[in-house]
């Protein structure tokens, strides 16, 4: 292995060594601590012959990252990259792709085998393994694993999770034996700070206790005073006061770079508007001019980036970071990070998902966001993965997490979050439309049913099954020894259950005379003549006057408890044993019912959708199959597919660029689908969105216009540049799927191909 800039610590070396001798291997270990060192031993022993690397990321700029590094490190020429449909030298020894693209390379395998596309394929490296936990993305890690070939070493790279060894184990079971390297040390150990009052004290003392100089004070004068403060502070809260004089503190105290973590695109925008009148540059004079170069060569020429409204915040060593800007711009802005040149970035949490971008410091501005379920604290792992992008490796001793004052957080829970452990992985495995028909086009159902038995999530469910199943076997060996009542006399022995019936019946009769009483109905002299006949029989029957009747009682009682949990836990595992693969015939069945499969083979229109990708590809089909596009213009037909393939509009978007009426009168038909589609969902227990989504629609069909210009559509929205870039790129994803898909009508391939060449332009158009 080409030597490393640093000495390998233990956990690196026992990966190595594992890898070596032809194991999987999963790596738990915090940010930061040098996984990729890992990584880079699997692609230098592949360099050394034939084999083959693939390397995964849960994101396209994470990817595109990954790909230049590696350019850089081992040649362009030994280096590819595939993303969708476009690809750059893909039969490269390195090919660095989304997890999507490598699980969709694999829907078409047969289980075992080795096509074309895995041809001397050795090892796969998953990179942010721990994204298993994405509720909306997770499963496409499983399925990666379940489907790869035994022959190809997995190297799994996560974030330190509880239950890495629960994950192991199942990738052991399911693919190959594999290793668990687990690390809990970083290279760069973190100090949590607390900014109050203008001033950076320590959050926790050396035994990991709240500093008490921060522990409020409830009942005294000086927790009056407090009090009054922090209200105070709530009616400016959110108004950035406090971020200026942070930074300054920061820079003082040679903190700097830092990345300010804030929630929210428009508070990374007042942060910055705040800290613009500093009235002095955090740069020296060489780094402004170092920085000064590099922004003229990556804006030159480039009409969307030399004009941006933050190219004056660069020069003061600050920047944003967030969902809305440009990808150019952010491509930018990380580049000069890396280098040192921006000192403090306003950054949402997506800068802490992956995105190579080390500091010296992290801020985080409060301890509670705003989610889909309302206003909720900060997980331990959300807060460990920003804390982690604290601390560089070879440059600084130590990693600094400020966490700011806040109304809404103690000091005292900012030390708790801070001392958490890890969250386990969960599994987001789901069977769906895509996978079915892709694993139907080329494996049986008995492979299907033992593939779906594999996932994750079904190994922890079995694991949970396994205690009410153990338990089940102790109250089955149990029960009979509670059914050996004690009878006196063998020759006349009676039934303590019939027994038992014939006391509750009698209690029954004696309420209903009662209640007949106070109502002064007459039917009760006929309830009396019932009682009369009940307790007779009861008298006469051999348990009545049986002495040991208390002790049959407590044991038929608990012997129908027994029997009640014996029933509830069958129940319980029935649904749950194969609990994937009931979904799994939910979807063939409405498969099959619209004609998408036929005896669980797919059909020309099942094998046209398999092509497809998105949530809900039955849903596209649906429309590609049953509108009629003949009379749209390509322009109008991208406006069309645009509403199948956005569904994360931001909330409160406006717009007010419509659509025709051509597209309109298909938009009620899309409509009308979607409801249909969904009732028969419901009626099929099939939890799956069905997303329509039109209110974007107008702009890309300005967008497909020759004449209009970007600033001409952001004038007609409320919305973001990335928004905008990330609503035409997701639009021209699924016009190249459905541009692919077989059995298409040619009339639809070819507006498709059309409508692509209208939208692909810059900024909208990617570039590797």
């Known amino acids: 292995m080409e030597k490393a800039s640093f000495k390998l610590d233990q956990f690196q070396e026992e990966a190595i060594s594992f890898l070596k001798q032809g194991f999987s291997v999963v790596v738990s270990a915090p940010t930061g601590s040098g996984k990729t060192a890992i990584a880079e031993f699997v692609i230098e022993e592949a360099l050394k012959g034939v084999d083959r690397v693939f390397y995964t990321t849960p994101l396209k700029a994470l990817s595109n990252q990954k790909f230049h590094d590696f350019q850089k490190k081992y040649g362009e020429q030994n280096v590819g990259i595939v993303t969708g449909d476009a690809a750059s030298n893909r039969d490269a020894q390195i090919v660095v792709m989304t997890t999507e693209i490598y699980r969709n390379m694999l829907y078409g395998t047969l289980f075992g085998s080795v096509d074309e596309n895995l041809k001397h394929l050795r090892y796969v490296v998953l990179d942010e393994c721990h994204y298993m936990n994405d509720p909306e993305r997770g499963t496409v890690w499983e399925e990666s694993i379940i489907y790869s070939p035994s022959n190809i070493q997995i190297l799994a790279l996560s974030a330190t999770i509880a239950n890495a060894g629960e994950l192991s184990s199942w990738i052991s079971n399911v693919h190959t034996n594999t290793?668990?390297?687990?690390?809990?040390?970083?290279?760069?150990?973190l100090r949590f700070y607390y900014f109050k009052e203008s001033h950076i004290y320590p959050l926790?003392?050396?035994?990991?206790?709240?500093?008490?100089?921060?522990?409020?004070?409830?009942?005294?004068?000086?927790?009056?005073?407090?009090?009054?403060?922090d209200l105070q502070k709530h009616k400016v809260k959110n108004t950035g006061i406090g971020i200026p004089s942070i930074v300054s503190e920061l820079h003082k105290k040679a903190l700097l770079p830092a990345i300010y973590f804030v929630f929210s695109r428009k508070g990374c925008e007042l942060a910055l508007k705040d800290c613009q009148p500093l009235g002095y540059s955090l740069l020296t004079m060489d780094e402004r001019k170092t920085l000064s170069d590099i922004i003229q060569k990556r804006t030159y020429g480039n009409e969307y980036l030399f004009k941006h409204k933050h190219l004056g915040s660069l020069y003061q060593g600050l920047a944003v970071h967030h969902a809305g800007l440009l990808p150019q711009w952010k491509a930018i802005v990380e580049e000069l990070f890396s280098k040192g040149l921006i000192k403090a970035v306003f950054a949402t949490e997506t800068l802490a998902a992956g995105i190579n971008m080390p500091a010296k410091t992290t801020v985080i501005s409060n301890l509670g966001k705003r989610g889909d379920a309302g206003h909720q604290n900060l997980s331990s792992n959300q807060f460990l993965q920003m804390s982690g992008r604290a601390g560089r490796r070879g440059m600084d001793e130590v990693g600094n997490v400020v966490i700011k004052e806040t109304i809404d957080h103690s000091p005292a829970f900012a030390a708790k979050l801070a001392c958490s452990p890890p969250e386990p992985l969960v599994s987001q495995f789901t069977p769906n439309y895509s996978m079915a028909l892709?694993?139907?086009?080329?494996?049986s159902v008995d492979q299907i049913k033992d593939l779906l038995h594999k996932s994750f999530g079904q190994y922890l469910i079995n694991k949970d099954l396994k205690q009410y199943l153990d338990e089940k076997i102790r109250l089955e060996i149990d029960l009979p020894k509670l059914k050996l009542y004690p009878c006196p006399d063998p020759n006349d022995k009676g039934d303590i259950a019939k027994f038992r019936k014939q006391d509750e019946a009698i209690h029954e009769i004696k309420r209903m005379i009662t209640v007949l009483e106070k109502q002064k109905n007459p039917d009760g002299s006929h309830y009396k003549n019932e009682l009369k006949i009940a307790l007779e029989g009861h008298k006469k029957y051999p348990c009545f006057p049986c002495p040991n009747k208390d002790l049959c009682h407590k044991a038929e009682k608990k012997a129908r408890q027994f029997e009640n949990k014996i029933k509830i836990i069958n129940k319980y595992s029935d649904s749950r044993g194969d609990y994937y693969w009931n979904q799994f015939l939910k979807l063939c069945k409405i498969l099959t019912n619209r004609g998408y499969l036929k005896n669980n083979v797919p059909t020309e229109r099942g094998i046209m959708t398999g092509h497809l990708r998105g949530e809900n590809i039955l849903f596209t089909a649906e429309v590609l199959l049953h509108c009629n596009f003949t009379h749209l213009q390509p322009h109008e037909f991208a406006a069309c597919i645009s509403s199948l393939a956005l569904d994360d509009v931001r909330p409160r978007t406006y717009t007010r660029a419509r659509v025709s009426e051509n597209i309109e009168s298909i938009f009620n038909v899309i409509e009308k689908m979607a409801r249909d589609l969904v009732k028969e969902q419901r009626d099929n227990d099939i939890d799956i969105k069905v997303n329509f989504s039109p209110i974007l629609s107008g702009l890309i069909l300005h967008w497909c216009k020759k004449e209009t210009k970007w600033e001409d559509l952001l004038l007609m929205t409320n919305l973001d540049d990335g928004d905008l870039v990330r609503a035409g790129r997701r639009t021209m994803d699924l016009l190249r799927h459905i541009k692919n898909a077989p059995y298409l009508k040619k009339e639809v391939i070819d507006l498709s191909k059309q409508a692509l060449e209208l939208m692909d332009k810059e900024p909208v158009k990617e570039v590797v």
């Open 204 to 229: 926790l003392t050396t035994n990991k206790l709240l500093n008490p100089q921060l522990k409020v004070h409830k009942d005294s004068f000086t927790g009056h005073k407090q009090k009054f403060r």
């Open 438 to 443: 892709n694993l139907l086009q080329n494996h």
């Open 179 to 189: 290793k668990l390297i687990e690390s809990f040390e970083r290279p760069v150990p």
